[in-house]
T-cell receptor
Framework: GQQVMQIPQYQHVQEGEDFTTYCNSS?????IQWYKQRPGGHPVFLIQ?????EVKKQKRLTFQFGEAKKNSSLHITATQTTDVGTYFC???????????FGKGTKLTVNP | DAGVIQSPRHEVTEMGQEVTLRCKPI?????LFWYRQTMMRGLELLIY????????DSGMPEDRFSAKMPNASFSTLKIQPSEPRDSAVYFC?????????????FGPGTRLTVL
């Protein structure tokens, strides 16, 4: 079925390094959402992108939605240990437009 | 607001037993979602209610799984009989509206282990 592909699956960085996760779809998306799940925690909504080419920033986090609305990225500048967790993209897909989550990118940060 | 409340937080049971997971959505939210999270399959939507009515249950694995929402403040997910492959973290989430464009607020989850 339709799915949202997310890469990489894992990313280990040194504190202070940048981090990027990518989300790709074979179909055009109406919108894309990003969530963060801390170890042992639950997914927490970060942001939603709707417009083609949209870029949104939250402090050190930059979210982009591709011009064709088929891909998206989350970039973290100068990672901190508090950024540790799994980052998921999610998009409504299929006839029912139910939210489909990517497999997530697990970020670990070495202090 | 207390957020989405789930109980129990942990459940350990033996194969063949009935398991009931409970969820209280955020007050005023009209949509409720049940998800299952495993390492292999990630986060999967099981069923979605809008105004207490099941809208999409295509993600429910099989007849052993059932979900109800008798009122706007309570939902249950039941597994009967449970099997070891049902071991996972089950999340309940709620949102204000009925569209998947609305922000979903997740509960803390129930970690289910079936021995």
């Amino acid at each position: 079925g339709q799915q949202v592909m997310q890469i990489p699956q894992y990313q280990h960085v040194q504190e202070g390094e940048d981090f990027t996760t990518y989300c790709n779809s074979s179909t055009t998306l109406s919108n894309i959402q990003w969530y963060k799940q801390r170890p042992g925690g639950h997914p927490v909504f970060l942001i939603q992108l709707v417009k083609s080419g949209e870029v949104k920033k939250q402090k050190r986090l930059t979210f982009q939605f591709g011009e064709a609305k088929k891909n998206s990225s989350l970039h973290i500048t100068a990672t901190q240990t508090t950024d540790v967790g799994t980052y998921f993209c999610a998009a409504p897909q299929g006839g029912s437009e139910k939210l489909v989550f990517g497999k997530g990118t697990k970020l670990t940060v070495n202090p | 607001d207390a957020g989405v409340i789930q109980s129990p937080r942990h459940e350990v049971t033996e194969m063949g037993q009935e398991v009931t997971l409970r969820c209280k959505p955020i007050s005023g939210h009209n949509s409720l979602f049940w998800y299952r999270q495993t390492m292999m399959r990630g986060l999967e939507l099981l069923i979605y209610f809008n105004n207490n009515v099941p809208i999409d249950d295509s993600g429910m694995p099989e007849d052993r799984f059932s979900a109800k929402m008798p009122n706007a403040s309570f939902s249950t997910l039941k597994i009967q009989p449970s099997e070891p492959r049902d071991s996972a973290v089950y999340f309940c989430a709620s949102s204000i509206g009925g569209a998947f464009t609305d922000t979903q607020y997740f509960g803390p989850g129930t970690r289910l282990t079936v021995l």
